[in-house]
C-alpha cells in the first residue's frame, strides 16, 4: 500500500497528516465506541499506556532489535505470549507497525503486524487489556481497507499476564460497517454536525 503524497506523521503528537491536512487515526475514530462500554476514561487511558509498550516490544522483537535484558518485567510474560503465538503456528511476520493511510475516507492509522500464516495473509492487532475490545473487529477491518486488502483475514491477539494468549478472528462485513458509521460520525462532530 503506498501512502498518499505529502502523507507525514508526528510521532509525538501521534498526528496523521497529508498536505498539511490532520487525518484521524483509526483508533481515534473508534474512540467513542470504547467510551460506550462503560470503563472509566481513567482506566481504558492507563490501559492504552502500558499497551503501547506493549506494542513496541513485540515490534523491536519482530524486528530482532529487542534488548531482553533492558525490557520491562511487567511486559515480559505479554512478549513471551507474542514469542509463544509464533512458535505455535509458525506463524511469519511479514509487515510490523506498518503505516497505512485511505485516500478516499481521509484516515490513517499504524497496523500491528501482518503475517504469513498457514499460507494466508492475516492482519492482527495485539491486545493487553483484561478482555478483549469489542472495538478489534471494526479496527482491524479499517485497518485492511486502508492497506488495501479488504478481503484479508483479520485477527486479534489478546496477550495475557501470564503469558498466554487466545487469537480471536474477525471476518464479518459489518466490521467495516461499523467503521465507516464511526468514521463519518467523527467527521460529522469535526464539522460542527
Known amino acids: 500500500m503506498l501512502l ?4 507525514t506523521f508526528d510521532e509525538a503528537a501521534h498526528h496523521y497528516h497529508v498536505a498539511g491536512v490532520r487525518w484521524p487515526s483509526v483508533t481515534e475514530v473508534l474512540q467513542p465506541l470504547q ?3 462503560g470503563i472509566p476514561w481513567s482506566v481504558l487511558e492507563a490501559a492504552a499506556k502500558f499497551g503501547t509498550h506493549v506494542h513496541q516490544a513485540c515490534h523491536l522483537f519482530n524486528l530482532d532489535q529487542l534488548d531482553r535484558k533492558a525490557l520491562d518485567p511487567a511486559l515480559a510474560p505479554y512478549l513471551d505470549a507474542w514469542e509463544r503465538f509464533l512458535l505455535d503456528t509458525k506463524a511469519v511476520v511479514v509487515a510490523s507497525e506498518q503505516r497505512v493511510a485511505h485516500a478516499r475516507y481521509r484516515y ?3 497496523l500491528d503486524v501482518i503475517l504469513r500464516w498457514n ?8 491486545k493487553s487489556a483484561a478482555v478483549m475490545p469489542r472495538i478489534t473487529g471494526p479496527q482491524t477491518a479499517g485497518y485492511a481497507e486502508a492497506v488495501g486488502e479488504p478481503r484479508i483475514a483479520r485477527a486479534g491477539i ?3 499476564p501470564d503469558g498466554t494468549y487466545r487469537v480471536h ?3 464479518g462485513r459489518g466490521d467495516l460497517n461499523t467503521f465507516i458509521s464511526a468514521l463519518n460520525i467523527h467527521n460529522w ?3 460542527g454536525g
Open 4 to 7: 498518499p503524497a505529502n502523507f
Open 108 to 110: 490513517a492509522g499504524t
Open 169 to 171: 478472528r474477525y471476518n
Open 158 to 160: 489478546h496477550l495475557r
Open 119 to 126: 499460507s494466508r495473509r492475516v492482519l492482527m492487532d495485539y
Open 189 to 191: 462532530r469535526l464539522a
Open 35 to 37: 467510551m460506550l462500554e
